[in-house]
T-cell receptor, first 115, second 111 residues
Framework: DGGITQSPKYLFRKEGQNVTLSCEQN?????MYWYRQDPGQGLRLIYY???????QKGDIAEGYSVSREKKESFPLTVTSAQKNPTAFYLC??????????????FGSGTRLTVV | GQQLNQSPQSMFIQEGEDVSMNCTSS?????WLWYKQDPGEGPVLLIA?????ELTSNGRLTAQFGITRKDSFLNISASIPSDVGIYFC???????????FGPGTSLSVIP
């Protein structure tokens, strides 16, 4: 059963701590994305990776870091430099170049709260 | 950068009513997508449109790819409580381009 797994579903962090959100996929998709969603807001792109060992900054990359050492995994680290990290984080994957465009497949999200 | 506009921003409707929402862009897209996000979950693809003028249905949902390629519309007939959520439109130029998302329309259904 192919899909995307984001863990944990809920995460609490103390101010000044780094925290890493997990995103794993078994869809064999090349591209992976991280989005941030604030209450009542749309999706804002943090980082994306179109191939292993390569990634690009999105619109709001400051205070975040990523790695793409394996095709299946694209973890996101929220660093202490991110001033307002409380948000809902979504991971998505894509299979660029396939015959029909179906857009992105999303995980179920991780809700991060700074306490 | 490219932007999509969605209207209305939010809707409160009675159960059983029909719903219409739209999405506009200053750029041409070759694929239009409609997603629904349930509270606390990730967005799920509802309908994909590939040709200008195309009308596609998925149960009570019907979406249209605008003739100008710069807009798309989503209609929901006979709304039910489980239709509650945020509806996002999205556009793509080619399958190699990033998906551009609209800001979403929040739908609330009053039983």
């Amino acid at each position: 059963d192919g899909g995307i797994t984001q863990s944990p579903k809920y995460l609490f962090r103390k101010e000044g701590q780094n925290v890493t959100l997990s995103c794993e996929q078994n869809l064999n998709h090349d591209a992976m994305y991280w989005y941030r969603q604030d209450p009542g807001q749309g999706l804002r792109l943090i980082y994306y990776s179109q191939i292993v060992n390569d990634f690009q900054k999105g619109d709001i990359a400051e205070g975040y870091s990523v790695s793409r050492e394996k095709k299946e995994s694209f973890p996101l680290t929220v660093t202490s430099a991110q001033k307002n990290p409380t948000a809902f984080y979504l991971c998505a994957t894509d299979d660029p170049g396939r015959e029909a465009n179906y857009g992105y497949t999303f995980g179920s999200g991780t809700r991060l709260t700074v306490v | 950068g490219q932007q999509l506009n969605q209207s209305p921003q939010s809707m409160f409707i009675q159960e059983g009513e029909d719903v219409s929402m739209n999405c506009t862009s200053s750029s041409i897209f070759n694929t239009w997508l409609w997603y629904k996000q349930d509270p606390g979950e990730g967005p799920v693809l509802l309908i994909a449109l590939y040709k200008a003028g195309e009308l596609t249905s998925n149960g009570r949902l019907t979406a249209q790819f605008g003739i100008t390629r710069k807009d798309s519309f989503l209609n929901i007939s006979a709304s039910i409580p489980s239709d509650v959520g945020i509806y996002f439109c999205a556009g793509m130029k080619t399958s190699y381009d990033k998906v551009i998302f609209g800001p979403g329309t929040s739908l609330s259904v009053i039983p």
